[in-house]
């Protein structure tokens, strides 16, 4: 199957806690899973940042239904395009976030993008398979990663 990738940015239309971000989670898990689209939300300070990647026509769907929920507004595609290998192999969706106020929330983000450093690095393989192995494709991660250190400050 053909992979293809599309990642952008949107505003909440309220402010998110980890509520309203496990129900996101759960409904984007399951309905994921079963078009066979992985990818990764990322939630700092009121806004979106997702990436998808699949089949075209999967990671499309999605993106309309997307494009169709009131939760969020002024959705912003930075990026569409094939993809030689998945960045989220075993991610229905991950989902991080950094709240306002959250108690620990500066080391809770640090730690967390160790984990996301880690994972774009390695172009969403295991790092010791990938180390003759180059990263394809390095425009979704280099955005993802500029996207994190702008909205959360590092």
């Not at 992985?38 to 309309?64: C, K, P």
């Not at 989902?95 to 809770?108: C, F, T, Y």
């Amino acid at each position: 199957m053909a992979l293809y990738q599309i990642l952008y940015t949107s505003n909440a239309l309220r402010q998110m806690d980890m509520a309203d971000l496990g129900r996101i989670e759960q409904v984007s898990v399951r309905n994921n899973r079963a078009a066979g689209v992985t990818g990764l939300l990322l939630y700092v300070g009121g806004n979106f940042l997702q990436y998808l990647e699949g089949s075209q026509a999967a990671v499309e769907g999605i993106y309309g239904k997307l494009h169709r929920d009131r939760r969020h507004y002024g959705l912003t595609v930075i990026h569409r395009a094939p993809r030689q290998n998945r960045l989220f192999d075993r991610w229905a969706m991950g989902v991080h976030a950094v709240l306002p106020g959250e108690a620990g929330g500066d080391a809770l983000f640090r730690l967390s993008h160790k984990a996301l450093e880690r994972r774009l690095s390695s172009g969403g393989q295991a790092a010791e398979r990938t180390a003759n192995v180059p990263v394809h494709d390095p425009v979704a991660p280099r955005l993802i990663r500029t996207f994190w250190q702008v909205c959360g400050g590092r």
